[in-house]
């Protein structure tokens, strides 16, 4: 008898235990923004798996404790302002600790205010628009680098490396892409290259014989391209080669993604482009690197390793406070300063994490790391 009862005196302490273990455990809720359909949604896409790549890494290191599982909520931009902010606004009503997006400058900055209305913390992993930073949003922080010293870096390799003196401009007119241009514009101006056309397309355009004519009839010594993604860049490429236009043609860090090879092929070869250093051997970068593959997602895009370090801070953030709450997070994310898988992880009070940008040349269907404008010397 007094066997029968200890037996079930210790099956009720089990199943209270049991029970008790499961009325504590709590999925962690997080959210990504981007494009996950229309023309950008290969950067899009590759965001979305970055941040599922963090996830991984984290929860193989411990995970979150308090937490039995992280849920990604991923949600589509489009890279248009009322859809990013209905998406943000879901994210809002799933409680998400922290959002990582979005790609659209366009599409981040009102995203990004109806986050902060809640007081969400919110990551670009793409984003280089000045303003993202500029508007003193107590939560916002950027991975990648800015607009102004993005322009800074193209303008330079310009005048001491391809010692240019003319230069033809074209953007599409998004935030991103047009602010960029005026970037450049001005700074190319001020060092005394002339400006010899600065021209306008619109997102989703395939023909662009108007606007190339006006180049090859101006003959610049550089064809400058500020469009908002690789596949866009990749057709103008084509026609402007077609058409004779054989200038150097420098690029962004939007038309940066394998894409653009796939499509240009032979047209891409030889293109400069303007995109934050990445040193491969960075122990987490191995590992970002590792997790993706074994995830099945293709190569890495453009932003999927910024994605990765937004996530990964977050989450290194959310642990260390051992708190969701957004303050703590933010002094917890100030106080960081580690090496990411992209580049040093050292926020300063604007929320930016600082600019890297090197020039890298489309070479043998690859980029390769080019030139350093810090030593103006090559790679």
């Not at 037996?7 to 959210?31: E, I, P, R």
């Not at 411990?62 to 937490?67: A, F, N, Q, R, S």
């Not at 397309?201 to 500020?226: I, W």
Request: charged fraction near 20%.
């Amino acid at each position: 008898m007094k066997r029968f009862l200890f037996l079930s005196l210790s099956l009720a302490l089990a199943l209270t235990v049991a029970t008790a273990t499961a009325g504590h455990a709590k999925t962690l809720k997080v959210g990504s923004l981007s494009p996950l359909t229309g023309p950008y949604a290969a950067d899009g896409n590759d965001i979305a798996n970055g941040v599922r790549a963090a996830i991984a890494v984290v929860e193989q290191e411990g995970g979150i404790p308090g937490y039995d599982a992280i849920e990604l909520f991923a949600q589509d931009s489009a890279c248009d302002p009322r859809q990013a902010v209905a998406a943000a606004n879901k994210l809002v009503n799933e409680k998400v600790a922290f959002v990582v997006g979005a790609y659209c400058s366009s599409a981040t900055i009102p995203a990004s205010e109806t986050l902060d209305e809640e007081s969400i913390p919110m990551l670009t992993p793409a984003s280089t628009s000045e303003k993202v930073t500029e508007r003193g949003l107590a939560h916002m922080y950027r991975l990648c680098g800015r607009d102004d010293d993005q322009s800074v870096v193209a303008v330079k390799f310009m005048v001491e490396h391809l010692k240019a003196g003319t230069v033809y401009i074209i953007d599409d007119k998004t935030t991103y892409s047009q602010g960029l241009a005026d970037n450049v514009e001005t700074r190319a101006a001020a060092t005394g290259i002339k400006v010899l056309g600065h021209d306008h397309v619109n997102q989703g355009d395939k023909d662009f014989s108007a606007v190339l004519t006006k180049v090859k009839q101006a003959d610049p010594a550089v064809f400058y391209m500020s469009l908002q993604n690789s596949s866009s860049g990749a057709l103008m490429a084509i026609q402007a080669r077609r058409m004779g236009i054989n200038a150097p043609i420098i690029g962004q860090d939007a038309v940066y993604h394998p894409q653009l090879m796939e499509i240009a092929k032979e047209a891409a070869e030889g293109m400069y482009l303007t995109f934050g250093f990445i040193d491969e051997e960075r122990p987490l970068y191995k590992l970002f690197r590792e997790q993706y593959a074994t995830m099945g997602f293709a190569a890495p895009g453009a932003y999927s390793g910024y994605a990765f370090d937004a996530a990964y801070a977050a989450l290194k953030a959310i642990k260390e406070s051992d708190s969701t709450d957004p303050d703590k997070m933010k002094a917890a994310l100030m106080a960081m300063d580690y090496d990411g898988a992209t580049k040093r992880i050292k926020f300063l009070e604007n929320g930016d994490s600082g600019s890297n940008y090197i020039i890298r040349k489309v070479q043998g269907g690859e980029f390769i790391n080019y030139w350093n404008p810090e030593t103006n010397t090559l790679y």
